[in-house]
């Protein structure tokens, strides 16, 4: 989506998209908003999964539309947005999947970054099969099946070999070692994008082809494209320790925000509401499927659930 820790989770599309995964370099895209002193001002990392993007254009919407201030947003990968944060370069993570190093070294070591709560949703990578192949060969959820079926997921890109399809190059991922070390004959193939994975599932989907693709939820495609998940070897606490060998399957990642630690300190209302903002499940995906399936501008959506749901995030602004 997005564990993105390892877990890139992942995943999506761009914002019209703020496509995919490839984002910019903080060091090179620092916003000169960003933790300004004595201004009404907040910058925000905006991870390149739809998401994270919901997340983003509802907390924008509100800081600019509630609370008066002038909202900044950055697109940064996920390893980079952490010294970008550290730096005072952007005020706040809305979604992380989990990335224990550098908590580690900015949150407990460097007291740089502050933790501002969880964002409510749960997180899960896995791989998938669309549920039509499912029906058609009920044994293939089963990770030990997926070699008897591998010839079923070929492509010019895999070879010989079963296609694992992965989006972004950019996501940290665990699939080329569970690969290695399930001995499976598969060949992970990037489509390059969150994007590019989207538009090439909906159109083995359309023809009813077979495909097996790293994915996660929440993610609003399910909804679009139904599919099942390839059960792999149990997760069990530290069995992801070493990345070469893991041969397990992803945790299920309770999604954290994070703020600049003066930022967290410093930042008035503006602080106060971030670390309030927790939403449900539900909640993203009905803001992801309108920004991402009906096309509607990340604050024209933000708009429609802020009038839906005034319940919701009223509670945040108290």
């Not at 620092?30 to 004595?38: D, E, H, K, L, T």
């Not at 009813?208 to 099942?228: H, S």
Request: proline share 4%.
């Amino acid at each position: 989506m997005r564990t993105r820790t390892a877990y890139s989770v992942a995943a999506v599309t761009s914002l019209a998209l703020l496509s995919g995964c490839g984002a910019a370099d903080m060091t090179k895209q620092a916003s000169p908003f960003a933790n300004a002193q004595g201004a009404k001002t907040v910058t925000l990392s905006v991870q390149s999964w739809v998401g994270a993007q919901a997340n983003v254009a509802v907390a924008q919407y509100l800081l600019e539309h509630r609370l008066g201030y002038r909202v900044d947003t950055v697109q940064v990968d996920e390893v980079p947005a952490w010294d970008a944060l550290s730096q005072g370069r952007v005020d706040a993570i809305m979604e992380d999947w989990g990335h224990p190093d550098q908590e580690k070294r900015y949150v407990d070591d460097k007291k740089t970054i502050t933790r501002a709560g969880g964002l409510g949703v749960t997180g899960h990578i896995g791989w998938y099969v669309p549920t039509y192949l499912v029906k058609q060969h009920p044994d293939i959820t089963d990770w030990k099946n997926l070699n008897k079926y591998s010839s079923l997921f070929r492509t010019a890109e895999s070879g010989s070999k079963g296609q694992l399809m992965d989006g972004s190059p950019s996501y940290v991922t665990n699939d080329k070692a569970l690969v290695t070390n399930l001995k499976l004959n598969y060949q992970v193939v990037f489509a390059g994008s969150e994007a590019a994975q989207i538009t090439q599932m909906k159109q083995f989907a359309k023809e009813k082809k077979p495909f097996l693709t790293y994915w996660y939820a929440p993610q609003w495609l399910f909804k679009k494209v139904p599919m099942t998940e390839v059960k792999l070897p149990a997760y069990k606490e530290g069995c992801d320790a070493d990345a070469a060998k893991v041969a397990c399957a992803y945790p299920h990642t309770p999604l954290q925000k994070y703020l600049n630690t003066d930022f967290a300190k410093k930042g008035g209302k503006a602080s106060a509401f971030l670390k309030k903002f927790t939403w449900t499940t539900e909640d993203q995906n009905e803001v992801s499927l309108m920004i991402a399936d009906q096309k509607l501008s990340p604050a024209d959506a933000a708009k429609k659930w802020v009038d839906d749901h005034p319940a919701t995030w009223k509670a945040w602004l108290s």
